[in-house]
């Protein structure tokens, strides 16, 4: 019913390069993403010597974020300029529908990434699984405001910003242009798993993000992608505050 209002604009509204706007702001997203982040990884080396003074490390954790800003802030310049709206374009709002199909894949994606990161573990051991909150994190835990703007993140920030990306831009790009439903869930899917660029973890990531991705859809709407994507990343950010 009203989840036509949420759909991409007609085939004629928002094209660039005879493409739909999704596209450009995928890319424009995702380059500076990856440019921003090998900045700061070269800032942040201190000229190869690898070293951080303590104090430093609390307001890392919103440096280390700017770059993932980038994921969500060109799907979102992109929608004011040349689509219909964030809430049109994306169906931000979160219906009661969507908190309860987000929910449903949220806790179906937590327990689809326990399972193949199982079977990983079988496979190449615990040291090339070693928990990644933790290695970007670690550094905080004896701060405890620091570690409550880190979950904070985690369960909030990065999903809006990556669901921006990937179920709002991109599928929204594919949609337009007629790509079949699972053949989108499939290749937003895969994108999400790379985009975590964590090679050992590809598989379960991979798999969380098929799963993520039926949230929208079921729903047509990045709302519900968005709550199942902050209900997957919830459980790792209280572990976070927990380790404090």
């Not at 709206?85 to 929910?103: E, I, N, Q, S, Y």
């Not at 369960?155 to 179920?167: C, I, Y």
């Amino acid at each position: 019913m009203d989840r036509r209002d949420d759909n991409p604009a007609p085939t004629r509204d928002g094209l660039v390069l005879g493409a739909h706007w999704g596209f450009l702001a995928f890319f424009a997203g995702l380059g500076g993403y990856y440019l921003l982040s090998l900045i700061f990884s070269a800032f942040l080396a201190d000229g190869g010597s690898g070293t951080l003074s303590l104090p430093s490390l609390g307001p890392l954790v919103l440096l280390a974020f700017v770059p993932n800003i980038l994921l969500g802030l060109a799907p979102a310049v992109g929608s004011w300029r040349l689509g219909r709206g964030l809430r049109a374009d994306f169906g931000l709002v979160p219906t009661g529908r969507d908190v309860k199909v987000g929910l449903y894949c949220g806790l179906l994606a937590l327990l689809t990434g326990y399972v193949l990161n199982l079977v990983l573990i079988q496979v190449y051991g615990t040291e090339r699984l070693s928990q990644p909150l933790d290695e970007v994190f670690g550094g905080i835990a004896s701060s405890l405001g620091w570690l409550v703007v880190a979950a904070v993140i985690v369960s909030v920030g990065a999903p809006l910003t990556e669901e921006l990306l990937v179920r709002g831009a991109l599928w929204n790009g594919l949609a337009h242009h007629r790509v079949p439903p699972w053949v989108i869930l499939v290749l937003t899917g895969l994108v999400f798993a790379l985009l975590h660029s964590e090679p050992a973890r590809m598989v379960a990531l991979f798999g969380q993000g098929i799963v993520i991705g039926l949230a929208r859809l079921l729903t047509g709407r990045v709302a519900a992608s968005l709550v199942a994507h902050a209900a997957n990343n919830l459980p790792p950010a209280l572990l976070l505050l927990g380790g404090s």
